[in-house]
């Protein structure tokens, strides 16, 4: 009989790769530290497959199509970012069959063949699995375009996906990727809710898992932490088992947490006894990540897009203005496109939405968007200085 043989849940921060000045080095290193610890309990626990459960960061689906929950597969699992490609073998018997009993279990799994994916999962394959020659089965789940998945919902995945697992011979590995508190694109960047966090991790350590499972999206929104839900996928597979803390890393803008879940755990938490209740402010409905209005289509299109596409990242430096003609956007959109180039608008460390977040543009995509423009820009002055 198969069963669960490793658990484990990561942050996947992109500043892991790229390694901006504005970091502290140090607490990047924890991390990293941190993920290659969960790869040694890959080679303890000796698993046949890993269920490595992610998130999309408008890189993979766009509004043209976003599944609640999606598996990849196909022969290999492909992920780019920040210059590094990654292909991993996929076990194929172990996702054909999970999607194939989901289904039947009433579970409405989207799956692609050829889904490129983004840091979410890169960050496991480059300090997690880390070369070992493991078969991985990716499964995505939506926690940026609401609608969103609920907790329990996911969970109620969680115990579906380790039915599976039990039925079948291999031993797997869980690795949820995502979390903790962070607002990428939005004013409350630089100001993440530590404090839910820590009050989070301290229900881990102790297996109080159903008290996560009963927050709502909008409070999980409300303290950025809507990216926990793969981590509520993987408390359904493994129900209440304590958490063991490898590292918490406040960075200035993000809490970056690394845990394993360990059955029948022994040792005292590393945390102070919490409170049942969190003290949310529940305004109502989505603050910060809220479903895009149909009507600015257009410019969340051409954002994306400008991800993926160097020669529009060049048209856009060289003649905005028609660019935003050719996408049919209108004065204001046209505008706030063309702040894409003001490197003088500091959208990281601004207590202030972004103008394309004001047009409608929706903050994460909009953020992604700026970080490869701004790289764009540098190349193309590090080429004029060497012309020169």
């Not at 043209?64 to 929950?69: E, M």
């Not at 022994?266 to 003290?279: F, M, V």
């Amino acid at each position: 009989m198969g069963q669960i043989v490793a658990a484990m849940a990561t942050v996947h921060a992109p500043q892991l790769f790229t390694r901006p000045p504005t970091e502290d080095p140090a607490q990047l290193d924890a991390d990293i530290a941190a993920m290659r610890e969960l790869g040694n309990s890959l080679e303890e626990s000796k698993p046949d497959a890993v269920i490595v459960i992610g998130s999309d960061h408008l890189e993979t689906f766009f509004l043209s199509s976003v599944p609640t929950f999606a598996i990849i597969a196909g022969e290999t699992s492909k992920a780019k970012f920040a210059g590094r490609d990654y292909n991993l073998p996929i076990h194929m018997p172990l996702a054909e069959d999970l999607l194939d009993k989901l289904v039947r279990a009433e579970f409405d799994m989207a799956y692609s063949q050829d889904a490129i994916l983004g840091h979410s999962f890169a960050a496991v394959y480059e300090w997690v699995i880390e070369g070992r020659k493991i078969p991985v089965v990716p499964l995505f789940v939506n926690t940026y375009l609401p609608p969103l998945p609920s907790a329990r919902r996911c969970a109620a995945l969680g115990r579906a996906i380790r039915d599976i697992v039990q039925s079948r011979p291999e031993r797997v590995a869980i690795v949820a990727s995502g979390g903790m508190s962070h607002f990428p694109g939005t004013w409350k960047y630089p100001q993440p809710a530590f404090d839910f966090d820590w009050w989070a991790i301290a229900h881990m350590e102790r297996g109080h898992h159903d008290i996560l499972l009963n927050l709502t999206n909008e409070r999980l929104d409300e303290v950025g932490n809507t990216e926990m839900l793969p981590w509520m996928v993987l408390f359904g597979a493994i129900g209440n088992q304590p958490g063991e803390l490898l590292t918490y890393q406040p960075t200035w803008h993000h809490g970056h947490a690394v845990m394993r879940f360990i059955p029948n755990k022994k040792g005292a938490p590393s945390t102070p006894e919490p409170g049942p209740e969190y003290d949310f402010k529940d305004a109502g409905g989505f603050q910060f990540y809220k479903h895009p209005d149909p009507a600015v289509y257009r410019l969340n299109k051409v954002i994306y897009d400008l991800r993926h596409d160097p020669g529009l990242r060049r048209r856009l430096l060289e003649n905005t203005q028609a660019l935003a003609s050719d996408y049919g956007l209108n004065a204001r959109e046209s505008e706030a496109l063309a702040t894409l180039k003001d490197e003088s608008i500091d959208v990281l460390r601004s207590l202030k939405s972004h103008p394309l977040v004001e047009a409608g543009a929706h903050p994460l995509g909009m953020l992604m968007c700026l970080v490869v423009v701004q790289a764009e820009q540098r190349r193309r002055k590090q080429e004029a200085v060497a012309h020169n």
